[in-house]
């Protein structure tokens, strides 16, 4: 099993910066870790994901303002988020491996 906790929502004006964390505990071995996000009415969309040697992918729509990192002795995963948009609005959810899901945080930009 594991178990994942989210850090550092909250409410941004446009333009703004936030920096979203997760940390990861349990006896399984992790090898992907990522963030979705899902806004009201909508599916749930990845953000970003990172492998254990640190391969990255994105999605279209925050390649170039969202930054994913992760310490692997830490078992951690950041999400560092710039230029933030009123339609970056959504619960983020911190994912490792297939199965494992945090709770996740609201993230609102609005002013």
């Known amino acids: 099993q594991v178990q994942l906790v989210e850090s550092g929502g909250g409410l941004v004006q446009p333009g703004g910066s936030l920096r979203l964390s997760c940390v990861a505990s349990?006896?399984?071995?992790?090898?992907?870790m990522g963030w979705y996000r899902q806004a009201p009415g909508k599916q749930r969309d990845m953000v970003a994901i990172?492998?254990?040697?640190?391969?990255?992918n994105y999605a279209d729509s925050v390649k170039g303002r969202f930054t994913i990192s992760r310490d692997n002795a830490k078992n951690t995963v950041d999400l560092q988020m710039n230029s933030l948009k009123p339609e970056d609005t959504a619960v983020y959810y911190c994912?490792?491996?297939?199965?494992?899901w945090g709770q996740g945080t609201q993230v609102t930009v609005s002013s």
């Open positions: 994912k490792a491996n297939s199965d494992y």
């Open positions: 990172i492998t254990r040697g640190g391969n990255t």
């Open positions: 349990g006896s399984r071995f992790i090898y992907t």
